[in-house]
């Protein structure tokens, strides 16, 4: 007979040890990416029919570059947690989730280094 209440049966364990602290960086992230995306969309679109110079020329404004490596670490920041969810739901084989998401880790570190790497290099002149 066990004369413990449910709750301090339950305490360390299941899913509610981290998933507030992953579902609110979930969240703040999505929140971020609302006027980044909205100002992303907004310039492609001034830019459409610009040529290689008028670009380069509105990469070089500080402002461009710094919103523009907001946008690619904030986007994939976000793109990660998603995948994260995802592949602790469905894979179900322990070293196959902590290699797929280390491989996705990863894949989203270096795409958001080689992304605000592009800018800063193009931004810079070099």
């Given amino acids: 007979m066990n004369l413990r209440n449910p709750l301090a049966t339950a305490r360390g364990l299941g899913s509610a040890k981290s998933g507030t602290g992953h579902w609110w960086a979930q969240r703040v992230s999505a929140l971020a990416l609302i006027p980044l995306s909205l100002w992303f969309a907004v310039s492609v679109l001034r830019l459409v ?11 070089h404004a500080p402002t461009t570059a710094v919103l523009l490596s907001l946008f690619l670490a904030v986007l994939l920041y976000h793109a ?7 592949v602790e739901d469905y894979v179900h084989t322990e070293w196959r989730k902590i290699a797929t998401l ?11 280094a080689a992304g605000v790497f592009t800018v800063l290099r193009i931004a810079f002149g070099a």
């Fill in 102 to 112: 280390l491989l996705i880790k990863f894949a989203c570190i270096l795409l958001a």
């Fill in 80 to 86: 990660y947690l998603g995948v994260q969810v995802v």
């Fill in 49 to 59: 029919r610009a040529d290689y110079l008028v670009i380069i020329v509105w990469l």
